[in-house]
């Protein structure tokens, strides 16, 4: 460590310490505050329903006693109609965790000095007219990251930054991935007067074959060349036509201030990131300038560019800027990133020293431009070829390509087809999976479901990536299948298995390095972004305890929230827009909130069919009724019961004769006695469906 950067920790430790009184008395406000809203008010509301009784509800109930059959169970009505409100709230809970509509913000830096916002306060909010409106309408506050979409408003000219897509975790069954809900920007369609990527990750662009389409296409669409070529090659796959769309390639070295608007211009600053032409944008308003940080990590000794520190420098010096709108995802890393991309390309050749006989696999995420140059660099060396598998992976490279975003030695990528037909030790393939993938190449490979390869013991299978969360079971599951095969298996955060790593890099600035970002920058004003919420609230954590911006200077904002930035430069919450999530499924179709619903009751308790066959003349059961049982009960063991169900359901038509009762008021009946029935056997509530059939 040298003697600059010792003094600068020293100070840091120093301010740390001295700021430490400030955290406690913190502690103990929020302390009194919460007891203080602890002694709220009673509800003193006494309703009661005005009882209209009619002589038709009455002979209606009358009836219905008429045709009530008794059940031979053991357990209460109440208590199945209990267990389907639990199951009913589970799925709910379990269906919604994305949907927002007021959430619970309580943190103190959320804008109301730490108390929750009523809907009596965002009933009054109007906007002030000459504020400059930030809009989160995805990725803040998410479960998960993704869905980043950030809205920057003055007055009539609107500019939107990232469309991405976020991923549904195995709590949303057949959901693949979800994208903002934009209505607000289809209110406001006239006044979009540029749409700005800050980079080429899915969490960023994903939802443009979605979104882009509906907008203007005379709308100019901003982005680094690799960024561009990334949502072209998204929009060419759609199955209508592809739109012609108003595609602006932006030089970030250039410097360019692009006017956009009478009122807004955008620039481009080049930043680190794990994939090529990544960008900051600064957005200058009549306002202030604001700092849109994008996705970013700090190395000293890069592989692709250097950050444009420079530029960044030149822009706080001259013009300030009076917010910093910064990423939050790895806050919880402490310290600086270890090592870098180089070091990442050193143990990716000594891999093939060390198992030099044998076919080198390295598996990373297809957007890894950076990384797969590594690779190609190392083999090259050695006299390796190299090919490429996977869908995703052969058609980021082309992009790359194209934009000139990678470096490839010569004569050394070939055709799977051909590759196979090399000596093992020239063999070096690059796939993806490295996430565990069921369908992707690793596992194919693995399964003997690949065309070309299929794992031998003299294969050598590198993990040059970390699983994402909520990936480790099936990268697990991946790696024993590997090792089953009897291959050698090298995974990033193992070195001490191997003694050779580490073998991946993060995207993502590590804490110090945000704290120096912060610092360079010098905002007035800081709001986190692109991050779940305990991430938000320990960036801000650390703009306040250790940059030193004070408390009232700090948003943390949920999806949604109306941020304005005042003519005095400061940040303040003025209302909500609506914001949401449109769900779709690995075809790129919509899936309805209703649909996962259904599937996430019929995964738990099953569904369960009736079908009654009754004439038209007689109103008797023309046959015995069909019963059809899907992931409830097998019906070859449940005799007993389907045989209960039959004799309820003879009993129940003969009943119903007398009274003729409306088709849809007999169907809710026999589904709350099946209901109940079948929770009395089983202790589960499946999906009932009745149907009737008269003929
Ligand atoms: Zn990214
Ligand atoms: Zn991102």
Redo the contacts with the bound molecule.
């Keep these: 460590m040298n003697k600059k950067e010792e003094e600068r920790r020293a100070r840091l430790l120093k301010m740390r310490e001295e700021r430490l009184p400030d955290i406690r008395k913190q502690f103990e406000e929020n302390q009194k505050r919460n007891f203080n809203t602890k002694s709220a008010k009673k509800s003193t509301k006494k309703g009661t329903k005005g009882k209209k009784s009619t002589s038709a509800k009455a002979a209606a109930q009358t009836a219905a006693e008429k045709r009530k059959v008794k059940l031979s169970v053991n357990t209460r009505k109440g208590e199945m109609v209990h267990h389907q409100r639990m199951l009913s709230q589970d799925v709910n809970a379990q269906a919604t965790q994305h949907i927002i509509g007021v959430p619970v913000n309580k943190s103190r830096y959320n804008g109301y000095k730490g108390s929750q916002v009523t809907h009596a306060q965002l009933k009054k909010a109007r906007p002030h007219a000459d504020a400059v409106r930030i809009i989160p309408i995805g990725g803040l506050g998410e479960f998960g990251i993704g869905k980043n979409m950030t809205v920057v408003e003055y007055k009539s000219e609107m500019i939107v930054i990232d469309m991405g897509t976020l991923f549904a975790t195995s709590d949303y069954p057949g959901v693949n991935y979800m994208i903002p809900d934009i209505k607000y920007l289809e209110d406001n369609q006239n006044k979009i007067k540029a749409i700005c990527f800050t ?1 080429a ?1 899915l ?2 662009i994903g939802a443009c074959r979605h979104l882009l389409p509906k907008f203007s296409k005379f709308t100019p669409i901003y982005g680094t060349d690799f960024t561009i070529g990334m949502i072209k090659k998204q929009m060419s796959e759609l199955e209508e036509d592809e739109p012609d769309l108003n595609y602006q390639v932006v030089d970030p070295f250039k410097h360019d201030i692009i006017k956009v608007s009478e009122h807004l211009s955008i620039e481009f600053i080049h930043v680190l ?3 090529p032409g ?1 960008v900051a944008i600064v957005v200058r308003t009549p306002n202030g300038n604001i700092y849109f940080s ?2 970013w990590r700090h190395e000293d000794n890069p592989v692709d560019k250097q950050t444009d520190y420079e530029r960044m420098d030149e822009i706080v010096k001259k013009e300030g800027i009076d917010l910093m709108v910064n990423e939050s995802t790895n806050i919880d890393s402490p310290g600086k990133h270890p090592h870098s991309e180089f070091d990442v390309g050193d143990n990716l050749g000594k891999i093939m020293d060390h198992y030099a006989s044998g076919r080198i696999i390295v598996s990373c995420f297809s957007s890894q431009i950076g990384r797969i140059e590594l690779v190609l660099k190392e083999a090259a060396k050695r006299g390796r070829k190299v090919a490429f598998s996977g869908f995703s992976m052969i058609n980021n490279l082309e992009v790359a390509l194209r934009a000139h975003a990678i470096k490839v030695p010569k004569d050394t990528i070939m055709k799977m087809e051909d590759i196979i037909k090399l000596p093992d030790d020239k063999v070096t393939i690059i796939c993806t999976g490295s996430q565990g993938e069921l369908s992707a190449v690793l596992n194919r490979m693995v399964t003997g479901a690949h065309r070309h390869i299929k794992i031998k013991s003299t294969d050598t299978i590198v993990f040059s990536s970390n699983p994402i969360p909520g990936n480790e079971p099936h990268v697990v599951n991946t790696v024993d299948g590997l090792l089953r095969e009897g291959a050698q298996v090298i995974q990033n955060g193992k070195t001490h298995l191997t003694n050779i790593g580490p073998l991946h890099l993060s ?2 600035a590590y804490y110090e390095d945000h704290v120096e970002l912060v610092n360079r920058i010098k905002p007035t004003t800081y709001m986190p972004y692109h991050g779940e919420f305990y991430m938000l609230e320990h960036n801000a954590e650390m703009a306040e305890n250790v940059c030193g911006i004070s408390r009232d200077n700090i948003l943390v904002a949920d999806n949604g929230d109306v941020v304005e930035l005042t003519t005095d430069k400061r940040i303040i919450k003025n209302g909500r827009i609506t914001v949401g999530n449109k769900l779709y499924d690995d075809a790129n179709q919509p899936v309805h909130e209703a649909v996962v619903k259904d599937r996430i009751h019929i995964a738990r308790e099953g569904i369960f069919i009736v079908i009654l066959t009754i004439s038209k003349k007689t109103g008797r059961l023309i046959k015995t009724p069909d019963i059809i049982s899907r992931a409830f009960i097998y019906l070859d063991n449940s005799e007993e019961l389907i045989g209960k169900i039959r004799h309820y359901l003879r009993t129940k038509t003969d009943k119903s004769i007398a009274t003729d009762p409306e088709m849809k008021v007999i169907k809710e009946e026999i589904r709350t006695d099946i209901a109940h029935i079948l929770y009395d056997a089983t202790g589960h509530t499946p999906i009932v469906i009745p149907v009737i059939n008269k003929v």
């Design positions: 980079h990750h969490d960023h990131h794990s994939i990544s994008g996705d995207g993502h």
